[in-house]
């Protein structure tokens, strides 16, 4: 099993910056690629960006790309999201995930392909 804690989040004006970060442990090596995936309130869950073991590939949502930089990859155990030029939309839960299998063309936004998720953690911006 693989266990996955994030960190980072808070309270931020809008135009500020946050970094989070995702702890990974027990079988770590199971994973092929990680990522992070948020929900508003009332919202689903989307996509936000993923990155391969190796970090040889990432992977960007267009609601954020050119904001947000992914980096680590679980080969370093460990994945980190900084979040640049915050918007109150972006306000929400962000989740880290894990998942064994990453094939060539894979859905990277597909919920169902993720097979580990932390608790999440709560990101907040203001007006």
């Known amino acids: 099993q693989v266990q996955l804690v994030e960190s980072g989040g808070g309270l931020v004006q809008a135009g500020g910056s946050l970094r989070l970060s995702c702890a990974a442990s027990?079988?770590?090596?199971?994973?092929?690629?990680m990522g992070w995936f948020r929900q508003a309130p009332g919202k689903e869950r989307e996509f936000v960006a993923a990155i391969t073991r190796n970090a040889d590939i990432t992977v960007y949502a267009d609601s954020m790309k050119g904001r947000i930089t992914i980096s680590g990859g679980n080969a370093k155990n460990t994945v980190n999201l900084q979040m640049n030029s915050l918007k109150p939309e972006d306000t929400a839960v962000y989740y880290c995930?894990?998942?064994?299998?990453?094939?060539?063309?894979?859905?990277?936004?597909?919920?169902?392909?993720?097979?580990?998720w932390g608790q999440g953690t709560q990101v907040t911006v203001s007006t």
């Open positions: 995930a894990g998942r064994n299998s990453a094939p060539y063309g894979t859905d990277w936004a597909g919920r169902a392909n993720y097979d580990y």
């Open positions: 027990g079988l770590t090596f199971s994973m092929s690629a």
